[in-house]
């Protein structure tokens, strides 16, 4: 019998495996965002006309690639981030099969543009359904402009199955918005047939948050954090009164990559119980960092499915750090709650919520919802105020402003200091007063935690290393501490019979003696073991950042004053101090002009 098995060509191929990876417009804008956030870009464009069906297009500042990557990059399992099989198992980057780019190139019309920072001249590429057009060089800004045309027009059967335009638009702000979610600091711009629909500043991730979702939803996040060795979780959820009636703002991701997962939203929701109006649904963006070797991430890219090695676990640790959260959030001071609105003392109109630490098994009765009094608290507004004005003036993607220290103090702050201790402020609808120490840690505090997970940190070397003693408990303690202390930027080394050398402090302390710093940080670690609910690292960063702050006591100036209140409210949490004290109180001007009246 005569042979009848033939090779499909590379473009057939091509095109069957095209099928599982794009399926649609926003298969493309996931494929294509997540390259340009591996390749380290911090501004991206997303360009959509005709829900994607006509074009998609993704300019970005990344690395860029050379002449030969830029051809290179189609080919099938091209992929510069798998060397060799053990890359497969852990999954850093977003993308890591080297077929996205292939199988778009199979079924549209593709043009790269991309430039690397060594080359003057870039490289163009145009490619059609596997096929090479042309390659020439070309001046191009660094970065990659990849422009994906006419998806499909060489499948009609599959063109003809997209969606309305209603429809498609709705899948790519969906995808634009899970990938903006995940990189607060990297600056989107998503423009839909000419018409900017967004426009993210990088920042953190509240505000990131606030810029997608509305400034409304800033005063409804409260904050959750809970640390194990094996897990992180953090992000933030919504208050149950903020509940919405539809599901759709609920995120989970999983070492930075969104995932769908019915069991996760039932041990949320579960944590909601009883505070939660019926057939609602609360506001989440959760980040679950996890080992690797402990997850089965489902590799097909069009599936967002996961499975853990130990799903009980993650369960119980996810339910219970959102009820840790909101027990610690939704507890009702007395003072906000339990008093009239309307009386004079001006304690009662602190608009805040405290966030006390709260004993986890009290967390039931603090699921109390009190419908009325929590509507008059939720009307006040300074928060939400204050926070736009420090927006408006704070504009975080400009890399001019970012050392914020070196800002001229805005006019519209005029700050002022009393007692040496608290810094008074004008908002819009009244004023604030805050406490420069408490306010200090709080800064200091995320940014110590930040530092922790990023490792980015900066030395200075001691002209004269400093070496101390401690007793054998105390040196034990810090020598548990040492790896996530020098991860701070500091160069403690042990040197035999409970003493330390101490080669090197973090550059950007401010205000300390660093003679004594360590041994103050000791002390102020004792005392933060007696704060239950911190994690290891929460407790070195709050005792570090309590040793290492302003005190009360310390005049500033009004520079100083400016720098402290634009850092204090770019802070995921700008209302307590690790310790759980307030940073700040507002005073509104009605009730101000009440309490002069008799
Ligand atoms: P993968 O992302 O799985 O490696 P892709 O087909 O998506 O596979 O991309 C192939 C390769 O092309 C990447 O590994 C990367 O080296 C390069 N590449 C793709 N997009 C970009 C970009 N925007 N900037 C720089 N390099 C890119
Ligand atoms: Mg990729």
């Known amino acids: 019998m005569q042979d009848i098995i033939q090779l499909l060509p590379d473009a057939i191929s091509n ?103 060594d080359n003057e001249l870039g490289t163009t590429i145009d490619i059609e359904a596997s096929e090479v057009k042309k390659q020439e060089a070309v001046s191009t800004p660094q970065g ?23 429809v498609e638009t709705r899948h790519i702000v969906e995808e634009f918005i899970r990938i903006a979610l995940a990189h607060p600091g990297v600056s989107f711009v998503l423009e839909n047939n000419d018409f900017e629909m967004y426009h993210l500043k990088s920042g953190n991730l509240r505000q990131r948050i606030v810029a997608l979702f509305g400034d409304k939803i800033n005063n409804q996040l409260v904050p959750v954090e809970e640390e194990s060795e094996k897990l992180h979780v953090y992000g933030f959820v919504g208050k149950p009164e903020a509940a919405k009636k539809t599901r759709g703002e609920q995120f989970i991701f999983i070492n930075n990559r969104f995932i769908k997962s019915a069991y996760l939203n039932h041990a949320i929701n579960r944590a909601y119980e ?51 959260s909101l027990g610690r959030y939704s507890i009702t001071p007395s003072l906000d709650f339990n008093q009239d609105v309307d009386t004079n003392n001006w304690e009662a109109f602190s608009s805040l919520p405290s966030s006390k630490p709260v004993v986890e098994n009290h967390a039931d009765k603090i699921f109390v919802v009190k419908p009325d009094k929590t509507d008059k608290f939720q009307q006040r507004k300074e928060w939400q105020e204050l926070y736009q004005i420090m927006q408006s003036d704070v504009d975080v993607s400009d890399e001019e402003n970012s050392p914020l220290i070196e800002k001229e103090p805005q006019e519209i702050y005029n700050p002022v200091q009393i007692h040496q201790r608290y810094i008074i402020t004008q908002i819009k609808s009244g004023f604030v007063v805050i406490d420069q120490q408490a306010a200090h840690q709080r800064i200091l505090f995320e940014e110590y935690m930040s530092k922790l997970k990023t490792q980015h940190n900066s030395k200075q070397i001691q002209l004269f290393p400093k070496s101390m003693e401690f007793n054998p408990a105390d040196a034990a303690v810090l020598t548990e501490l040492l790896a996530d202390i020098n991860a701070l930027g500091f160069d403690l080394q042990p040197f035999g019979n409970n003493a330390f050398v101490l080669h090197a402090t973090p550059a950007d302390l401010e205000n300390v003696n660093e003679n004594n710093l360590i041994e103050e940080f000791m002390e102020q670690y004792k005392n933060h073991q007696q704060l239950t609910g911190l994690s290891k690292r929460e407790r070195l960063a709050s005792s570090l950042a309590a040793s290492a702050s302003i005190k009360s006591g310390k005049k500033l100036s009004a520079k100083e004053m400016a720098s402290l209140i634009d850092r204090l409210f770019a802070c995921e949490n700008p209302y307590a101090a690790p ?17 002069f009246k008799n």
């Open 579 to 595: 310790n759980g004290n307030k940073t700040f109180v507002s005073f509104d001007n009605d009730s101000l002009e009440k309490s």
């Open 274 to 324: 009883d505070i939660l109006p019926k057939e609602t649904y609360p506001f989440y963006a959760l980040f679950i960092d996890i080992d690797t070797n402990l997850i089965d991430i489902n590799v097909h890219p069009s599936k967002q499915e996961i499975k853990f090695e130990d799903e009980r676990l993650v369960y119980t640790f996810i339910n219970a750090g959102i009820r840790h």
């Open 144 to 166: 990659t402009i990849i422009s994906v045309k006419n998806l499909f027009y060489n499948i009609p059967a599959r063109r003809n199955f997209l969606k309305s335009n209603a």
């Open 15 to 117: 095109q069957i495996a095209a099928g599982e990876v794009i399926q649609r417009p926003s298969s493309l804008v996931k494929e294509l965002l997540e390259n340009s956030i591996d390749a380290g870009s911090d501004y991206i464009r997303l360009v959509i006309k005709d829900a994607g069906k006509a074009l998609v297009q993704v300019i970005d500042n990344g690395k860029g690639m050379t002449e030969t990557d830029a051809r290179l990059c189609f080919e099938k399992h091209a992929t510069s981030k798998i060397k060799d099989i053990n890359d497969l198992f852990s999954i850093k980057t977003m993308g890591f099969r080297g077929e996205a780019l292939a199988s778009i190139a199979a079924v549209a019309q593709v043009n790269l543009k991309t430039r690397t920072p």
